[in-house]
């Protein structure tokens, strides 16, 4: 499975952007999609997963009530919409392919795609 993540930029504290990160492959339907970043001098941390179906979404503290994650299975598609953005949210941010939710927020996965920068101007 190939991931590739677009729809990074620059934007204003305050702002939105929508990620999206293309699957290749067969498994993308049954597989558990989640987004990390990782900021400057810091480790990579979980941001945000959810079930195969769509049903079940789990969210760092610190992005609750200001990211949605999303999926598109006929697409092969998972997304990452983020509002409200926060100065503390610039990272490189990435996504991956994995079997849990619970898997993914301790980086039990099976692919991990390429990072797309996400710069939030104070």
């Known amino acids: 499975v190939q991931l590739q993540a677009s729809g990074g930029g620059l934007v204003q504290a305050g702002g939105s952007l929508r990620l999206s990160c293309v699957a290749s492959g067969r498994t993308f339907r049954s597989a558990v999609m989640g987004w ?3 900021a400057p001098g810091k480790e990579r ?3 945000a997963a959810i079930s195969s179906s769509g049903g079940m979404r789990h969210y760092v503290d610190s992005v609750k009530g200001r990211f949605t994650i999303s999926r598109d299975n006929a697409k092969n598609t998972v997304f990452l919409q ?3 953005l926060k100065p503390e949210d610039t990272a490189v941010y990435y996504c991956a392919a994995g ?3 619970v898997g993914l927020t301790t980086k039990q996965l099976d692919y991990w795609g390429q990072g797309t920068q996400v710069t939030v101007s104070s």
Do not use: C, D, P, W
């Open 36 to 38: 990390f970043r990782q």
């Open 82 to 84: 983020m509002n409200t």
């Open 99 to 101: 079997r849990s939710i």
């Open 45 to 47: 941390e979980f941001v």
